[in-house]
């Protein structure tokens, strides 16, 4: 769990301190991915031994001269299997693009983790193609969530071997996308957390792409620090000095539309002791009606932009290699095909409309705040063996998460369950640009729920 991870701020003071070296903390990672009894077969495509010790050499050299790079400087970093790294194949969690060719240049995102002195230890496995929130890949394997290991539950998607690198110690932070929540659904379902920015500010050049609308990159960590740390490295911007939001007179907006249908009796009882605890601490909770929220599956009916833009990078390679795709996967890609250029004028004014909409809703709030996922983490047997549970989990492990998405907006998942009960995120959520109020307001929450 997230309390007993190191966090980038506690690893950075030891390397500064010279109780520990990047080589230590590098060795220790790929001795944990490379264990046969661990997750690490499943949790990387590929891994970078070689260069990641040649990396950890150099920035313990760097730091001996007191040259540090930034707080990342000589610490372990996952890269999900979507971002070119020079000289290697972006496969996404397929077999498809095997006989693809190699990177020529890193992802924009992965030069900037390098240029910051992290040690890349390798590419995390993934739903195939980022297209479910499940993390269930029939090709490589499916890493199982750290909590309740001997019923191997999923680990959540899309970024499954992200969210595992970390809370097994091959990593420690691990960068995913999030078009849907491929972030923050398996922050929550594994104990950790998670960050999906405002899609504009983090450069999605040299990332396989799922959809152009709506993707956004993020830092799956520790803590709410690592991820602001991370977030600013990934977007080019200064590393900030984040002060935490009074809770007192904090105001939030419950969603009362469509996020809690469905919700399970431990997400409930842990997002309805977070609410309380909230209230305790002075913060002004207001359930809210957002009709909109209920007409987002309407409007998306067809696929939305997920399927209309996957279907158009993918046409060309199905039509190549459709046997060599998860089939639940493809057929999700192909829902695309029927979705016409006038649909899709329809659906970016429809989104334009609805977004304008939902932030009059939520006007005069601090954030939303609802559970990041409604269910705890299922078996991974009981969705690979029947389409109608895989479909009807994804549907709903996807629906929360995928409104901020939607909204265009920015995200925080915070682990809120007690410690030995199954992981639930609570979702911390704010309008496109509110990134750093988002990340602040995580801070004091994150304090609070840890103190009790």
């Known amino acids: 769990m997230t309390d007993t991870l190191p966090t980038l701020h506690s690893l950075s003071e030891a390397l500064r301190r010279h109780t520990t070296s990047s080589t230590a903390l590098t060795e220790a990672a790929l001795t944990r991915a490379l264990d046969p009894a661990g997750e690490g077969r499943r949790v990387f495509t590929e891994l970078y031994a070689v260069p990641a010790r040649a990396a950890a050499q150099a920035s313990d050299l760097l730091r001996a001269s007191g040259q540090p790079r930034s707080p990342i400087e000589g610490l372990p970093i996952s890269v999900k299997d979507l971002f070119d790294v020079a000289g290697s194949v972006t496969r996404a969690g397929s077999v498809a693009l095997n006989d693809a060719a190699p990177a ?7 030069q900037r983790l390098l240029a ?35 019923n191997a539950r999923i680990p959540g998607g899309s970024s499954s071997g992200a969210a595992v690198s970390v809370s097994d110690g091959m ?22 957390t998670g960050f999906k920015p405002t899609a504009r500010r983090v450069p999605l050049e040299g ?24 977030d600013a490295i990934l977007a080019g911007e200064p590393v900030p000095a984040l002060k935490p939001f009074s809770l007192r007179g904090l105001r939030l907006a419950a969603p009362a539309t469509l996020v809690l249908d469905g919700i399970d009796q431990q997400v409930a009882a842990a997002f309805a002791r977070a609410r309380a605890r909230l209230q305790a601490a002075g913060a002004l909770i207001d359930d809210v009606e957002v009709p909109e929220f209920a007409t987002a599956g309407v409007i998306n009916a067809k696929g939305g932009f997920t399927a209309a833009e996957a279907y158009a990078w993918h046409r060309k390679l199905i039509a190549e290699r459709a046997a060599s795709y998860d089939p639940r996967v493809i057929s999700r890609i192909q829902r695309g095909k029927d979705i016409s250029a006038a649909d899709l004028l329809d659906l970016f004014a429809t989104r334009k409309q609805w977004i304008a909409a939902v932030e009059q809703r939520i006007a005069g709030y601090d954030a939303m705040i609802m559970p990041t996922v409604p269910i705890i983490a299922p078996p991974i047997s009981a969705l690979e063996g029947s389409d109608e ?45 509110q990134d750093r109020k988002i990340l602040e307001i995580g801070l004091a929450v994150e304090a609070l729920l840890r103190n009790h």
């Open 389 to 433: 549970a895989y479909f009807a989990a994804n549907g709903m492990i996807l629906r929360n998460p995928a409104l901020i998405n939607f909204l265009d907006g920015c995200a925080l998942s915070l682990p809120c369950h007690v410690a030995g009960e199954a992981p639930v995120g609570l979702m911390l959520a704010g309008i496109g640009g």
């Open 104 to 110: 020529s240049v890193n992802a924009v995102v992965v």
């Open 171 to 192: 990593a420690v932070a691990a960068i995913g996308s999030d078009t849907g929540g491929s972030v923050r659904i398996p922050a929550a379902l594994c104990g950790l």
């Open 116 to 150: 910051a002195g992290a040690v890349i230890v390798g590419r995390t496995n993934m739903t195939e193609f980022a297209y479910s929130g499940l993390g269930i890949n029939p090709h490589y394997g499916t890493p199982r969530n750290p909590w309740d290991r001997a």
């Open 207 to 230: 990332v396989l792409p799922l959809s152009a609308q709506l993707d956004s990159l993020g830092p799956i960590a520790a803590s709410v620090s690592c991820c602001a740390v991370l």
